[in-house]
């Protein structure tokens, strides 16, 4: 007979505590520092953004005499009449990078599960140094402006960068079950945020001597992390000679690791009839479809909601220091350094959350009101008075409850999704189905910072936050279906323990 779900899951959370090694922490940390350098570059441009728009866009004026400069300074470096048209651009910048991303992260994830995910993720980081470094140092250097040649550099950039989330999530995957995934996820998906915390300190630093060093010195720290990968990196139990996850476990517990918390725990054990891949120990499994990845469970929701969510996430990651400095006027570095406090409640959020998913064994009621209070807290930021300390407290309090959910779609949720049992004894869906959700998010957050730009010039700040009150409207809407039935299971579990005692 079957174990009942709450026996199972505590066998799996001992199963997790007894096979934990040193390994595991060496790849946790890896993967970790890995992302957060590719985000750090990523934070690196937005931290500089007013430098690079008055670059752009310089004084008629010597700042000793009011003579006019000679043209040929001035037309050395005008690319914009104004700082107006030098914020759009910079918006269309961010727009590329998020679409060229998100072409990336579909073909990425299928990349990742046919080749070494170590080669895939070093290479991906080491190029996109390089990029980075031409991008904003080398062209600054040698004072060479121009609009196109920066716009292909960022869609090589977006590409390059797309290899690392599919290929983190994988080799994470690969190392840790189901048991306490949440709490570890969710521990480890502030990556991000401490990428972006390094890269606002890392440009703050360096921001007085120009913005060309605050690219430089992360395109350097990055390309060390790849080299540091390449040797270092262990993507599967199996190149130290242990056993798989599946391989591990014992079968009655493996079904129950191996199911999606935002699955029917109800569903007939004994039926096994509904594997993508037919069941055949003697064959090593193959990669599964990307059209087969898109058909699972939840993938689709999933997907669509993070579209609206990364879209808000990323809008706080790309102009969230122009705004301070914009709306308060406050100067560059300190609105760099200000911003930190987002992505500290981003990790906060994402690390209580995914610990409460994994008590409840379900994902979508917390997102739910995480997002709910994320309405109200958009709300609140927005009317934030002229004090940077009562603007740090609510703009963590804002990076709690939206980061923490996004945190957990992009990698507790994406790991179940390609974990289950659909695709039971296939580690070869892991960066597919990564790819698919972080992907389709890219494409939102995409549209979303042009549709920023454009809000923000024609309209003013309040109503980019009611843009961004919209779009975390739209999350809850596209998980409701999945909100309803997870909150159906919790209901008839708590039945069940009411009458068995």
Known sequence: ??????????????????????HHIVVFLLTFFSYSLLHASRKTFSNVKVSISSQWTPSCTNSTAPELRP???????????????????????????????????????????????????????????????FFGTLTEWI?????????????????LQSTGWPCVVAVMGNWFGKAGRGFVFGLWSACASVGNILGAFLASCVLRYGYEYAFLVTASVQFAGGIIVFFGLLTSPKEVGFPELEADEDNS???????PLMGDDDADDDDQNYSIQATDTGNQPKAIGFFQACCLPGVVLYSLAYACLKLVNYSFFFWLPFYLSNNFGWKEAEADQLSIWYDVGGIIGGTIQGLISDVLQKRAPVLAVSLLFAVGSLFGYSRSPNSKPINAVIMAITGFFIGGPSNMISSAISADLGRQDLVKGSSEALATVTGIVDGTGSIGAAVGQYLVSLIQENLGWMWVFYFFILMTSSTILFISPLIVREIKLLLHERRLRMLAE
């Open 253 to 259: 517990v493996e079904e129950d690791a191996n199911r």
């Open 1 to 22: 007979m079957a174990l009942p779900g709450s026996l199972r899951r505590q066998s799996v959370n001992r199963g997790l505590v007894s096979h934990c090694t040193h």
């Open 143 to 159: 004072h060479f402006y121009n609009k196109w040649l920066y716009c292909c550099l960022w869609v090589v950039n977006g590409l």
């Open 71 to 133: 043209y040929e300074l001035w037309n050395s470096s005008h690319l914009f009449p104004n700082a107006e048209e030098a914020t759009l651009f910079l918006g269309t910048l961010d727009t590329i990078f998020l679409f060229s991303y998100a072409v990336g992260l579909f073909v990425s994830g299928i990349v990742g599960d046919r080749l070494n995910l170590r080669w895939v993720l070093s290479f991906g980081m080491c190029s996109s140094a390089l990029v980075v470094f």
